[in-house]
């Protein structure tokens, strides 16, 4: 059978060939929902490393979100010929992946080194900040290169009981 276009993370340079090349270990290929897969795996140059994310500022925020963060890294392009499609979000050790529901809003690509993107409600801490560019997750990478991110705790300065005497029973 034919092996066109090639299965995530292999490649070919040959039309209709039988067999596919694995990339090498720690490099993947990109997929895009609404491009054209093939375009890359088709070269050995296709299997790319995974995006990693360097520093974030503010590198916290509140629970309720709404705080824009500047996002600095390393391969959050790898095509200045068409646009990227970026993710962002926070990966829930608890459940082992980012729920589709907690991407950040507004993920705007400033530089092959720079988005920004608005955080949205959310809690924890040492949270691992998942960028993904094209399919390929930074979450690929070691625990050790990736990058922590904390919300602030919700901080309690005063509890009133408001309706304490007022409340009346029939």
Sequence with gaps: PLCSPCDTNSYTSILGATKCIQCPSGK?????????????????????????????????????????????GERFSYDENSPNIIKFGLFDTAMGTINQDSYWQSVNFMSPTKVNATSI????????????VDGISSSYLNKSDQYLFSYLDLKYSKVENHFAGHLNYN
């Design 28 to 72: 993947y290929t990109r997929s895009r929902s609404n491009g054209d897969e093939i375009s890359f795996k088709d070269d050995a140059n296709d299997c790319v490393f995974p995006p990693k994310i360097t520093s974030m500022s503010p590198n916290t925020s509140t629970i309720a979100g709404g705080i824009m963060t500047v996002i600095e």
């Design 121 to 132: 409600f959310g809690f924890g801490n040492n949270l691992y900040a998942t960028i993904i």
